[in-house]
Every structure is written in structure tokens, then in C-alpha cells.
């Protein structure tokens, strides 16, 4: 039998489909991942992420002024500081490059731009872990939560509208929660990164922030293994218990399930982190003439949308803010 509806009447000509479209990207679904180097006076390319580079303080103010102009409502902000110690401890500084940067930006900017700032010790600690080192060598969980305390109220102190934790230690919403109220900072929001798993896709990232894992290690001892998908939900609900005001599912294209199932059972915002290799996938692939970069580019962030995303962290951010103001 010849079926009753004909799918393809709306597939006709590009207004038909525009106009029947479920989901569409809105620049406003965009947050930027941007770099800054302690140590540079001019902005550095990093190879494996072709178009991101570390910023100086100075071009990292000229691309958040230019993302702002873009109608970018958020970045996410990563620190390279030049010293690197046991415990991270730059990550806290008043003077750290994170401090300094959310400064400025918030001199720049004011309310024009949502200031978010990364919230873990990896890219501070000599040793590459996102956590204090115990005496068995893994990383130290309860430890670790007083360093991240400090590092939120530094941040906040220094302008962050959110705090977003992506270490993923047990606890760490609450104890963030806590010492931001303490301080004053009940304004101050928490982006939890609350569905994080160890991912062969962080590689480039490493090298945008110069982080090796000491002796060849991995973070498969904190962050959740691909083979979950129910243990994820867990993680969200406690983090949403702990006081979580965004939850975030990283990676996106490969746990497309797990921002579904997200969406499922809670109303806050969702967000989904398009993670460096994932981006380095489509550059690389269309460098060779092997995909259409740009629609590949379109289709992977919209399908993060279309599964239930609200906020969408891309390196894509200001092309795709580009192509949608044309
Ligand atoms: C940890 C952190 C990582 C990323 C964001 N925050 C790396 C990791 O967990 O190893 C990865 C982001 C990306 O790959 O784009 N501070």
C-alpha cells in the first residue's frame, strides 16, 4: 500500500522547509571557548585546533569585544598560567591570568557578554590531574574541593557571572555553592559540567591549554566511563541537588543519548560541550576536501540542539555568528 501522507511536500523548496523546521540555531545558543596564555604578547595558533589560538590579555580583549559585536552572549574563559605547581594554586591567585582576564573583560564588556570562567586545577598543576595528587598517587577527592572553593570565590571576586566546575569530583557543586554564598556571591551562577566522561575526543584541548598527564596517565579514575549512560542521569541529579543552576553533558556528538535523557527529567538550562576533537575532526576532514566543512559544521550543532541542548560550547561560536548574521 501507497502511504496516506507524502513526507516529501514539505522537503520541496527551501522555504517550505524553513517554515516546517523544528529546530533552528540562534546565535544565542552560542557560548565561545577562548585560551589565554599568561606569558604572551601576541596571540599563539595551536596546531591541532586550526583557527582557535591561546590569547594574549590583549587580543583576548579584541575577540571578546568582536564576539560581543557578533551578538555572542557568553564565553567560557581557560587560563595557561606560566607557573604550574603540585596543587594548581595560580588557578586561586587574585593576579592569576584568569583574575586578570575577567577584569579587564568586564571592563571592556560590562553586562554585554556573560563571563564564564572555567573552574578546574588541570592547567595549573604540574602534573596535568584536575585534582591534589593523595599519597597513592590518585587524585584526592575531598582534597581537592577546598582548592576549588578558593578558585570560585577568585573568580568571582575577579567578575565571573558563572562559575562552571568541569573537575569532576564528587561534591564539588555544594562546595563551590557554599563558599560563593559565603563570600558574598550568591549572584554568582555554577555551570556544573555534571555528565563528563573520559574522552579520546580532549586531545587537542590539551594542547590549547599545554597539559600532559604525568607518566602517560589518563582521568579515567574521575571521569565517567562512555560505557554509562544511566549513571550519567545520577550525576546531573546530584549536581541539581548540590545547587547546579546549568548541567552540562561533555562530549556532545557522541552522547547525543545522554543530553536526550538530560532534557528528560529537568527544566534548567542544558548545555553540551562540542568538544576540541570533535571540531578538529571536521577541520581535518575538510582540509582534505573529504566533507563540506561548513554544513558539516551546521548539521553537528544543530543536531546538539535538536536532542535537547539549550547552550552550545563551540569552537564554531564566532563562525557560526558570522554565518547567521549574513
Ligand atoms: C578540564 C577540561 C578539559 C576540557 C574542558 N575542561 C579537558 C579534560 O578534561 O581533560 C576539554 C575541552 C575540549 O576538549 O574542548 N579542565
Not at 587574585?94 to 583574575?99: H, K, M, S
Not at 568586564?106 to 599519597?135: F, K, Q, S
Not at 591549554?209 to 596517565?217: H, K, W
Not at 542544558?270 to 575538510?286: F, P, Q
Amino acid at each position: 500500500m501507497f502511504p496516506q501522507r507524502r513526507m516529501r511536500r514539505f522537503r520541496r523548496t527551501e522555504t517550505l522547509r524553513r517554515m516546517v523546521a523544528e529546530t533552528s540555531l540562534d546565535v544565542d545558543d552560542l557560548i565561545a571557548p577562548l585560551f589565554v596564555n599568561e606569558i604572551l604578547s601576541e596571540p599563539l595558533p595551536i596546531p591541532s585546533l586550526p583557527g582557535v589560538v591561546q590569547h594574549s590579555q590583549d587580543s583576548l580583549r579584541a575577540e571578546v569585544e568582536r564576539l560581543a559585536r557578533l551578538g555572542v552572549p557568553a564565553v567560557v574563559l581557560f587560563g595557561v598560567p606560566a607557573r604550574k605547581d603540585d596543587t594548581g594554586s595560580e588557578a586561586s591567585n587574585p593576579e592569576g591570568v584568569i583574575q586578570l582576564a575577567l577584569g579587564n573583560l568586564r571592563d571592556d564588556v560590562g553586562d554585554d557578554v556573560v563571563l564564564i570562567a572555567d573552574l578546574c586545577v588541570d592547567e595549573y598543576t604540574d602534573h596535568g590531574h584536575c585534582g591534589v595528587l593523595g599519597p597513592s598517587g590518585g587524585v584526592d577527592n575531598d582534597a581537592t574541593l577546598g582548592l576549588y572553593a578558593d578558585i570560585a570565590v577568585a573568580q568571582a571576586d575577579a567578575g565571573a557571572d558563572l562559575c562552571a566546575p568541569s573537575g569532576m569530583m564528587d561534591g564539588q557543586v555544594i562546595a563551590i555553592r557554599d563558599a560563593l554564598d559565603e563570600a558574598g556571591h550568591t549572584d554568582v551562577a555554577i555551570m556544573a559540567y555534571a555528565a563528563k566522561y573520559a574522552s579520546s575526543f580532549y586531545g587537542p584541548f590539551r594542547d590549547a591549554v599545554d597539559v600532559t598527564i604525568a607518566g602517560g596517565g589518563d582521568r579515567k579514575g574521575y571521569q565517567q566511563d562512555y560505557r554509562n549512560g544511566r549513571e550519567a542521569i545520577d550525576e546531573i541529579a546530584l549536581d541539581l541537588s548540590e545547587g547546579a543552576d546549568i548541567v552540562m553533558v561533555k562530549p556532545a556528538l557522541a552522547y547525543l543519548d545522554v543530553v536526550a535523557a538530560a532534557r528528560a527529567i529537568t527544566n534548567v538550562p542544558i548545555a553540551a560541550y562540542h568538544v576540541s576533537g570533535e571540531y578538529a575532526m571536521i577541520r581535518a576532514a575538510a582540509a582534505n576536501g573529504w566533507i563540506d566543512g561548513d554544513a558539516a559544521m551546521f548539521e553537528v550543532i544543530t543536531s546538539i540542539k535538536r536532542a535537547g541542548a539549550d547552550l552550545i560550547l563551540t569552537y564554531f561560536a564566532s563562525e557560526i555568528a558570522e554565518a547567521l548574521a549574513r
